[in-house]
């Protein structure tokens, strides 16, 4: 499902967002699942799913596959502040400290932003932060030592929410079985996610995330069909039954999972840790809030019930030490929200700042808009501002001009700016740096957060491809 060479994680479809809430496919999930029997009750849970799958849209087939298997790793936004995020409830996003990239500068190919041992977005086993970083610690018993241990294998389990011993993140599986009961301790009374851990694997059931599509294969077109299909190939293999495994990315997917071995033959008992999750209950402001903060970049105050706006404005110095103990993220507290940012820049299946076309010129427009677009001192800051349309098309020629060549971008893009437009726009909302709104977009306070700070007023529409922008 993968769409960009320079991003990695499952395409999502957009959320309809008025301030920032979900609705729509959301509200669908949760009433699609609401009747899936609870985990293990095998054959007529997976028929049942699968009938609902195989009868949904694009969109909610994405949606309900998620919710009801809860397979998805962390985002986060990356570029931690120079000296650490600093706490400023009363400060704005868009007056304060920035995390400004000379773009125009071309990291080296290979070396990706939060690159891993095996793929993207999970934490090495060591420890390590970094390519240049010696590791935190040697395996040991000092509470140093445990600490870091532990925060590790929490890690690894929020950004791969299935590790098996023999997987690509085996490495990590003797520190979940190490802390296991630590680990199931912290993840159900932190984020209610019930943790399995087994002799051959560890599975955290995460909850529904509305917004976000499972991280499956790349490559194939997942559709409602597939889907089912899946679902039906894993109840089979769990109760060793034949399985179907004609639709493209089935087969493919169950040897990813390691339910299929290299030799074909089934693990049953690693296919009935993958059932489908019961329907979730509801959950109260305090998991709800540390949900969003430990799944996705941002958290602004306007998107929360009343209820969960007050639970976290009352909790912002003792959840940002939480999340600081349990999984290494560091707290950025605005007067619009929080960002949780991970300092190795790691902990996301998505990067930006990152490497590649897309994510470099993603991200050079969200510079722009905002340089653009941002209140001025002193004037009201609002979470987030309505985008002229002409500005992105003006703002994107920009970029493309001055860096497109030089950066080495690619050729497809370069000639399709309507495609290179839709992409960019598309990184940028699932960073959550902008939101739609109807036919348009806003821009929201935290893509300040990598412009550069702000000096004197610019007069708009001041690039090459930028039109003058109409008022009233």
């Known amino acids: 499902m993968e769409r960009y060479e320079d991003t990695v994680g499952a395409g999502e479809a957009p959320t309809v967002a008025t301030g920032g809430r979900a609705t729509g496919a959301g509200r669908l999930t949760a009433d699609a699942i609401a009747g899936v029997p609870a985990q293990g009750s095998g054959r007529g849970a997976a028929e049942l799913l699968a009938g609902r799958l195989a009868a949904a849209g694009p969109q909610e087939a994405d949606e309900l596959f998620t919710a009801a298997f809860g397979l998805y790793g962390a985002r986060h936004l990356g570029g931690a502040l120079p000296d650490g995020p600093k706490a400023g409830a009363e400060l704005s996003w868009w007056h304060g400290p920035t995390v400004h990239h000379p773009a125009g500068l071309r990291p080296r190919e290979g070396a990706r932003r939060g690159a891993l041992p095996a793929r993207r977005g999970a934490p090495a086993a060591d420890g390590r932060r970094g390519r240049h970083r010696k590791p935190e610690h ?57 943790l399995t851990v087994g002799a051959r694997y560890a599975r955290l059931s995460k909850a529904p995330l509305p917004g976000r599509a499972p991280a499956l294969v790349a490559g194939v077109a997942w559709t ?34 390691q339910v299929l071995t290299v ?22 402001p305090a998991l709800a809030v540390r949900r969003r903060l430990a799944e996705t970049p941002v958290v602004l105050l306007d998107e929360l019930t009343p209820e969960q706006r007050h639970w976290l404005q009352g909790r912002l110095e003792p959840e940002a030490e939480l999340f600081a103990d349990f999984l290494g993220l560091e707290a950025e507290i605005r007067a619009e929200g929080v960002a949780l940012l991970d300092p190795a820049d790691e902990l996301t299946d998505l990067a930006l700042p990152g490497t590649g076309t897309l994510a470099q010129a993603a991200l050079l427009l969200a510079v722009r808009l905002v340089e653009e677009l941002r209140p001025l001192s002193g004037e009201a800051a ?91």
């Open 382 to 472: 609002p979470p987030a501002v309505l985008i002229p349309d002409a500005l992105i098309d003006g703002a994107l020629g920009d970029v493309t001009d001055e860096y497109g060549l030089r950066a080495g971008w690619r050729r497809d893009y370069l000639a399709d700016l309507t495609a290179f437009r839709r992409d960019a726009l598309d990184l940028l909302h699932r960073m959550q740096l902008i939101a739609p709104a109807g036919r348009a977009w806003l821009l929201r306070a935290p893509a300040a957060r990598y412009a550069p700070e702000a000096e004197l007023p610019q007069p708009p529409g001041s690039g090459r491809h930028s039109r003058p922008l109409v008022v009233g």
């Open 224 to 257: 409602p069909e597939s889907y089912a299909a899946l679902v039906l190939a894993l109840a089979a293999l769990a109760e060793h039954r034949p399985a179907g495994l004609e639709l493209p990315g089935v087969r493919q997917q169950l040897a990813e999972w």
């Open 263 to 284: 030799t074909g033959q089934p693990d049953p008992e690693l296919a009935r840790a993958l059932a489908p999750l019961p329907a979730p209950a509801p959950a109260g």
């Open 138 to 194: 040697a395996p040991g018993g000092t509470p140093e030592e445990i600490a870091v241990e532990r925060r590790t294998a929490a890690r690894l389990l929020a950004a791969q929410p299935l590790v098996t011993a023999d997987g690509p993140h085996g490495a990590g599986f003797p520190l979940i079985v190490r802390h296991a009961d630590w680990l199931t301790e912290r993840f159900a009374t932190v984020l209610g996610y019930p």
